[in-house]
């Protein structure tokens, strides 16, 4: 399996199979039917003008008697930082990626989008694997004030669109901190706020922890005239996805960086979960390819020190709250996925499933109080009992 | 898709691809290689005889120098109640299943298993679309003298084996209440305990809430010979995975009672989820088969009238904790999954991954103690803020 990494993904290769039999895979492994939905040719022909995959798809929802349609249109824009070396000085890398982001948030805007989503840390290369500080860190940027939130004022104001853009942030307010921070821009070109990583993973590749420490931002959902969205990088933990719910999201975006064999089977089943257990669409967009830095780094794995990041599988995927979900992207290419939905799914799905009045929070609010104590005790059962 | 109830299950309809593709697209929807282990050929044969699917698969773990490998082996049972009509007299029908299930229990005793769970009301049609307490009522035993956990005992202690025994049970302590419970037996034949199922579901088709309310039993984890085992009859609530987890659970059982087309596309994801999510093995277990009663009823869904339950559609499984996942059942018929498992390797996925760690179970303690007061105000973020 040599050439795994060039493998496009599951979506393309699963068409070999005979229709009926595709057709029924589908149904188990991704739920109700999507319809089509209509692009401008525009914006097909941009996608395709600049080596970007478009992917495009609608989730069926019902008519109600009482409320319109809230529909809308999420453009999950998923690239890859090669062709430039990840050595590129900073100012260039960043017009660069800049000058990319453009383009995508234009095909976005042709396809109808009203929000844009980035994948995490998004505008440097993800270096953390280097262990290096130095030049990464001066990659980081004011939330508020930065350039990169700058830049994207303008084109959110130019296209009427919320936009995601996940950056490492410099906290110029609390001396120097950095933060891995999701910054969120209206559609009128105004910053509406932060989001900050709630959970820095600690292992031996990823070096999360020693960039940057445990987000102090909460939980917050923006409300947008696109719907109530949130923001979530932290997708192996249930309760951070259920702190969204619970402050009322329609959307949540999982923008993410990860890479390799033992993330890859994960991917497609985190963020799925989380809309299907908090009853709200969740967008999950990944990075592309493979990164290769000037000095040899280790992998705390047994691997003899190298230059090449793991392998960014793309494979961004929008699911709703019934479980559904779009197809991905590819594993390997630059991309956007647009995808159409009524966010009165969000509460037809409540009404029908209860999950939401059936979870007996102030009985886990008690639990967790308990756990969290140094002397816990817990449930075991060692004996017969009654 | 008129077959759509008889098509076997993804696995077999994957094995049409080139093979070089199947590999690939395994490693994504899958995850790690698993390995074949061993049974007997009189396990084999038995299966054979009774026709009952056999599905056999190891988990890979790395040997560690301080502590041996604590290698068991875990049966998933499923089973359809088809051919015994659900009008057979109740002691017919417990009968002809106990039958069945010393059947079974043998077989996975000849496979090496350990520990054997069968699916959710296991002895019992799973009547609670019908809307009717009688004669279903007349199904729930006491957990500890009833004489399905004395059948089981019996077995338990011949075979040297574990069993979990999901039925409806009549509290016989507390004033004829009933309970959607899960007995644990160990393998000595002792009456170990019993969970009790804490989320009951509040929807139109499965009728639960009227049936039995919400557990009081908490979230136990069984010390047993071949581990911390436990038992959650509560998929779709994270929250319930999780006091498993913090309970110290090595392997958290599923057994359920899912069907139709709604539920199938999430159930590959959420018992998936809690493996991941908490770093334990996970055993869903569900029911097969289409089951008929003698009166017409309704499903709240517009279809007319009608005596057919919807179809369930096995496809049990088994999740490591790091994600990676056995083959499933059929979708159609009865089947024993059976598979090797180093429990050693629930401890290394939270060395290697520290969700455990990075979780800030404290503040989510705190976070959900607001949340379930009336007054609860959302983090909620209107305008620009910095």
Chains 1, 2 share one sequence.
């Not at 949130?230 to 933990?237: D, E």
Request: a neutral charge; hydrophobic letters at 35%; aromatic letters at 12%.
């Amino acid at each position: 399996m040599s050439d795994y990494k060039e493998f496009d993904g599951i979506d393309s290769a699963l068409t070999q199979l005979p229709r009926e039999d595709l057709e029924k895979i589908r149904k188990i492994i991704y739920g109700k039917e999507t319809h089509t939905i209509d692009v401008s040719d525009e914006c097909k022909e941009l996608a395709f003008k600049y080596n970007i995959e478009l992917v495009t798809c609608g989730f069926n929802c019902k008519e109600e008697q009482l409320r319109s349609p809230k529909l809308i249109r999420v453009a999950a824009f998923q690239h890859k930082l090669v062709p430039f070396p990840t050595s590129t000085p900073i100012q260039e890398m960043k017009y660069a990626l800049f000058k990319f982001a453009n383009k995508a948030i234009r095909i976005a805007a042709r396809g109808g989008a009203n929000i844009f989503c980035f994948p995490e840390l998004w505008n440097m290369p993800y270096a953390f694997c280097t262990r290096e500080k130095n030049p990464w860190c001066e990659y980081a940027e004011s939330a508020k004030t930065g350039p990169t939130t700058k830049m994207l004022q303008e084109l959110a104001k130019i296209h009427n669109m919320v936009i995601i853009s996940p950056i490492l942030e410099r906290d110029d307010i609390y001396n120097d901190t950095l933060w891995n921070t999701a910054v969120i821009i209206d559609n009128h070109g105004e910053y509406l706020g932060k989001y900050r990583k709630n959970h820095i993973s600690r292992n031996a590749y990823l070096n999360e922890s020693i960039y940057y420490t445990e987000g102090n931002a909460g939980h917050p959902v923006f409300e947008t005239e696109f719907g109530n969205i949130a923001v979530c990088l932290g997708s192996y933990y249930p309760l951070s996805w259920l702190m969204f719910g619970l402050n009322g999201a329609d959307i949540v975006f999982n923008p993410s960086a990860v890479a390799g064999e033992t993330s890859e089977p994960l991917w497609g089943v985190a963020a799925r979960n989380a809309a299907i257990a908090n009853s709200y669409f969740t967008c999950a967009v990944n990075r592309a390819g493979t990164e290769v830095f000037v000095n040899d780094f280790t992998t705390g794995d047994g691997k003899p020190p190298h230059r090449e990041s793991d392998y960014f599988f793309g494979s961004s995927y929008i699911t709703a709250p019934n479980g559904t979900r779009s197809p991905g992207l590819s594993r390997t290419s630059n991309g956007l996925l647009i995808a159409e939905m009524d966010l009165n799914l969000c509460r037809q799905i409540k009404d029908q499933w209860g999950l939401q009045m059936t979870q007996r929070l102030e009985m886990y609010a008690k639990l967790l109080s308990k756990a969290a104590q140094v002397n816990f005790v817990p449930q075991r059962i060692r004996k017969s009992q009654d």
